[in-house]
DNA sequence: TAGATTGTTAATCGATTAACAATC
DNA sequence: TAGATTGTTAATCGATTAACAATC
């Protein structure tokens, strides 16, 4: 079976919003040297970026379909299921994100929040209900949950995380600054900011 | 001049944040197979990740300093400097970033937020001052500002990210789901939702 | 001394880039 | 046909892993 390293995966979202934007424009077909050109990727890499996930060959001279590239990427990236997941730790950030608004068209429902501070509990926020934690395991029961957002502080982390696995989640985007341990067979991303900060700034003093 | 890949400088803070918590147990030293163990890297990797940011040997059968280890990562990834930043867009991502506790602990000093929108002009998030975009190059005049983090509507971060450059701005911190492109002396960094959950879904639905 | 751990050097692996014939 | 672009195969590059002598 095709593999897809982490690089290659984050790629195709940056693809999918470029390609929105030439269909906008009525653009009806689109070759690699310019989607080089706009992106920055190397047209090779391009070439085999979307040879790894079409399903008919480009044309030459022509280069690709921009609908049928959209239609691909979006099924390929999984926008056109419905992955359903909960935030765990209604602070600042993850109040923003209940309230994100781009998730909906990534495919992914954000169906309700979990949180032990008492003032937060029973209200929603962006139409989606605040619960408590120890009620995360009763949803569960009633509803498949996909993915688990971790928005709680770094000491907090590696505990709501066991109880989502508890629960039976089994994907978890981990937003908190810290390593955490899951069973093998739980998928979890790190999405790190002082990992990002740190490529930023050494970039930044570093003359690259 | 040694460099550093983006894979290894993302490696720094997950070493930093455990080192800080084996020094807050009273562990004075660290070997690579104990550090290998918890955070699942390979020791060889540990070893030369240590390696290229210490300027003193570890020592066999003990390992190296957790304070000498917290210290050079805390001088290496600039949280001893105070980088100076300013949020773009003041959303609800961009409010939770203004006030997101972590970043003063990174050397980010997060001095203002911008936005056009007139009810939130004037305001303060979280004791710092919320201005009018138009505002931005009076503030650089008098102060220098390393970071523009860009927290604005994709359609809208390439004008954004445009002004922050005109204003002498270096470093771009875009959490905007869009491409975009500055000159070739900028940094950027694309701190992208839709690139993680990209990859986070893909393994959830694949079996890794 | 023995053993754990180090640093260095070589081997492997995987991703990106280059080369080029095929094709519309 | 000529030229742009494709897909495939080979070469390069860089990062990770393995091997192993050195050392406290």
Redesign the pocket.
């Known amino acids: 079976m095709k ?1 897809f ?1 982490k ?2 995966l984050e790629r195709y979202p940056f693809y999918l919003k470029y390609f929105k934007e030439l269909q906008k424009k009525g653009i009806a077909t689109i ?4 989607i080089a050109r706009v992106l920055g ?5 391009i ?2 970026d ?2 790894a996930i ?1 399903n008919e ?8 379909s921009v609908d049928k590239l959209i239609d691909t990427l979006e099924t390929f990236l999984g926008y056109r299921d419905s992955t359903t997941a909960v935030i765990i730790g209604c602070g600042h950030l993850g109040q923003a994100l209940l309230n994100y608004p781009n998730f909906k068209e990534m495919g992914l429902a954000v169906i309700g929040g979990f949180d032990n501070n008492p003032s937060l509990v029973g209200t929603n926020i962006n139409g989606k209900p605040i619960r408590s934690m120890s009620d995360l395991s009763h949803l569960t029961e009633k509803q498949k949950v996909d993915v688990a957002i971790i928005t709680v502080p770094a000491h907090a982390a590696q505990e709501a995380i066991d109880e989502a696995v508890r629960c039976g989640i089994h994907g978890i985007w981990n937003f908190a600054p810290t390593h955490v341990t899951v069973p093998c067979n739980i998928v979890i991303e790190n999405f790190n900011f002082s990992s990002s900060l740190a490529v930023l700034i050494h970039r930044l003093y570093d003359g690259r």
């Open positions: 593999t390293s690089n290659q070759s690699s040297p310019k990727y190397s047209e090779e890499q070439r085999k979307l040879q079409s060959p480009g044309r030459p001279k022509k280069g690709r």
